[in-house]
DNA sequence: TACATACAC
DNA sequence: CATGGTGTATGTA
């Protein structure tokens, strides 16, 4: 079987697949259909009696010169009227003086036998009517073309690249025809202008062909069987007791003739598909030699295969393509129409960035190897070296013995076990971790500022102490390791640059148990994340990898030698500021602010919980129970309420929604009760919503069925206050329009609590009781510590699920958006948003909702975001894309009120959203890549956010 | 505000 | 047999 499978692809691969026998073909049809129809056009509406004597209707010149699109004489001799001296006098002579009336006359449509019979001929230099006529010719052939891209080449991706190749060969074999190159504008224009027709059309049919299927067909495998035949001949038979071979029976029918014009379009294994199933990590990291790159790919495809999450990746894969497809036709449009000078144009803006550089800092990036997997070798030496995975059904960690096989962090354990079969599994310590993460963190703030970014990782900045102990970087890195080391035993890699950035990708670069230290100089900088993978860089996902690959780019570099095409497309790249995040990039240029995330930070509190799909109503209801008591608890324990509740479903489909409910401008939310009611509300209401759709004919997510069936539940808070803010009590719920039921629902089963049932609620309060002791210093406005990194969230639930390193992930798919009606409960303590002159610096960014009540959590900490800018002249860019706020957006409609900005002392006109996105401005520059102008007010101080627009 | 997407870990 | 949980940011309507 291994044998099989090694050998079946490239078989099959050179019999299937074969782009010039497509491209041949594609030409051959084309010519045929021109050769088809030309005759006939130039004998309807051009003077085809001219032709007979230069090879007639049929001549091949009529495809094949370009010349004839002017209305050139086929035979090229007298081609223009410049040349009449030609070579036959004679008619020359004649032409000169005739021309124009046979011209005419056949413009008239009545060409005179008499002119002709005189002997004209070559008369007609000039035939207007032969080249529109060609021209349509080769139009309507283009289209001709649409059809057999679409039943030839199928995959959407594809279609640019034939159909740019067949004019290109076009142009090729014209230019040899006529031994002469294409001048004229015509010729350019038509043939330019078919094949964008043609391309756009093509695709879109493919598109919607893949959407008809991939849709229609995604619950039905045997498509998939199908599909994956010609593409893993291997699986196919190795599978023969597997499911797949129930699959290819079944369909078998449309089997045959499906696969027939597969293998002849012979898709590639479709790489990206293979890429998603195979995981996010770069499989050359951990795979050390007991199993290739190739083979893990395989085994882990197989074992995937015709799961519901396989279907669900499949189909994003799908979606992905389509985008991609659609940004390279958008390309392909706009070079159409390219000025020429996009490429300076692109240089003055990396000039601009360039100075903005800041290299005076020296930052590194701290992660440790195989978290988890070292914390648990710490507590037993003898795992050293065996191959073994932390986590029960999904894996956090793998160790470096068990990279080795291709098992990797947030894999499944059954795929792990299937590419190591002795692999281990080992259950979550969260305590461990925990302490150990502390021991390193405190470690590392011997070194310098530190900022925590998950509990493996933390950013350290090292300028100071290099300064004071006048050592470099280099040594200052080398002591923090071995101190590291020494207090912890857990060995750490590092990155050293002068930003986050770099020193992120840096770290990577010795990955277990080194180091690696960039110069602080611009060229070091630049030379260094040149080569870099995209992927590589932070903020760059599968998405965005796979988009930038669709434009050709590759690795970092590439951004600069394809910023044209960037340039060109830089509207369409995600979010607004990317091109700009994207040449700063390129530039080697990021952010190097190092601070610790403050209490106040914190935007949202959620729990989520996968279980085993169900459509019974009970035992949602029932989960979701648990889930708003386990987040209650977590608000409880920060002292946290919130305005908004979202609550979170995910398919049996693996498809997601989230519905989301605000009872009221000034309603906080926080206890058990009220969170429960309101979940179960949100999710009785989609039920109902999702049945009535369904009835109505409505395509919904989750499948045809109408009762939802999930395998997840979350629910989230957001809008958050800060209650250790507020001395009023939390305003309680006031009732809402529920229907008793729902009350009556709200204790059903809670008593479920105490059974062991999976262990979440063992597992739980066994967190709780860490959290607790977790907890320092609740009034330093620290206390979140292990809030603060990734993960270790709330520490309220079983929510242990980090994965410590190269993970990556989900990425998730388009959907429909489907708006349900959402009824705004109105309730009578919502009062009315009016001017309000914040007292001192307490303002609230973001929940200005009463003087009284608002978090000044979230300001208060910011506050001293301006001056911790400093270190970070906000010149580079932090590491995300960037954002466009459009506060001005938001004017209109909403109530307007007067309002002192805090911070620069402005007053300003505006709505509530306006006014808190003002404010918002002033501090956290996560990146801030304000595309347009940063018209930086009089008063606004440098370090205090760049983009404070707030024109119109 | 509501919802969806992309990303990190 | 079978693929997680928490959080942030941004676009769009």
Known sequence: ??????????????????????????????????????????????????????????????????????????????????????????????????????????????????????????????DAFRGWAVALGWVIASMADIFFLYHIVRRPTHILDFSLTLVFVHLILTIYYSSSFPTSFFFWFVVGASSVVQIVLAEQLCVKREMRDGFSLGDVTPHLGVEMTPRFPDLELGQATGHGSKQSQSGDGTAQTCLRKRAWTGEEPKASLLKRMAGPSDLKAGVGGKKTADEVQRIIFEASKGSKYFNDQQRRDKELEIKVNRIKGILASKELTAKGDEEQKVDAILEELAEKRELSRVIALIDADAFYAACHELEDPSLKGTAFGVGGGMLTTASYEARKYGCRSAMPLFIAKKLCPHIKSLKMEPDLYVAASKKIMVTLEKYGPIAPASLDEAYVDLTDYCANQGVTPTEAISRLRADVQETTGLTVSAGVSPNKTLSKIAADINKPDGQFVIDSTAEACQAFIKGARLRK?????????????????????????????????RDHLGSSGVFRWLLSLYLGMGSNRVVRAKRGDRKTYGVEKTFTPTDNRDALDDILRKVAKSLAKDLARSEFSGRTITLSIKHDTYERVTRAFTPGKNVWIRSYEDICRLGLHLLRKEMDDRAAAIRRGEKVKGGKGPRIKARLLGLRMSNLRDDRWVKATPSKLPDMQLSDSDSDMLHESDNSDEGEGDGWEASKRQLEQLAKDAEVDPLAGDDDWDDSHGGASGSGTGRWMVVDDDDEDDVVLSGKTRSLVSRTSSLPLARPTTARRTSCSASSGSTSTSAKHSAPS?????????????????????????????????????????????????????????????????????????????????????????GAKKKR
């Open 537 to 569: 860089c932070y903020g760059i996902g599968r998405v965005t990898e796979t988009l930038l690959n669709g434009l050709g780019l590759e690795t970092v570099n590439d951004i600069y030698k394809y910023r044209k095409r960037l340039y060109l497309v």
């Open 1 to 126: 079987m291994t044998v099989a499978m090694t050998a079946a692809p490239q078989r099959f691969r050179v019999q299937g697949w074969d782009p010039v026998l497509i491209i041949v073909s594609l030409q051959a049809l084309h010519y045929l259909v021109l050769s088809l129809v030309l005759p006939a056009l130039v004998t309807i509406f051009s003077s085809s009696d001219l032709l007979q004597y230069e090879g007639g209707g049929t001549s091949i010149a009529l495809a094949m010169d370009w010349r004839v699109f002017t209305g050139s004489t086929v035979s090229g001799i007298a081609a223009s009227r410049k040349l009449g001296a030609g070579l036959v006098s004679l008619e020359s002579a004649r032409s000169a003086t005739r021309g124009w009336t046979a011209a005419a006359a056949a413009a008239a449509g009545e060409l005179d036998a008499a002119s002709l019979s005189h002997g004209v001929v070559r008369v007609l230099e000039y």
């Open 858 to 946: 979230s300001s208060a900490a910011r506050q001293h975001s301006p001056t911790d800018s400093r270190a970070s002249p906000t010149a580079s860019t932090d590491s995300r894309p960037a954002m466009k706020r459009k506060t001005e957006s938001t004017a209109s409609s909403k109530p307007v009120s007067e309002f002192t900005c805090p911070v620069c002392q402005k007053t300003l006109v505006g709505s509530e959203t306006a006014m808190s996105g003002h404010v918002a401005q002033h501090f956290e520059m996560p990146a801030k890549k304000s595309e347009k102008k940063a018209p930086t007010s009089s008063v606004t101080r440098k370090g205090a956010g760049k």
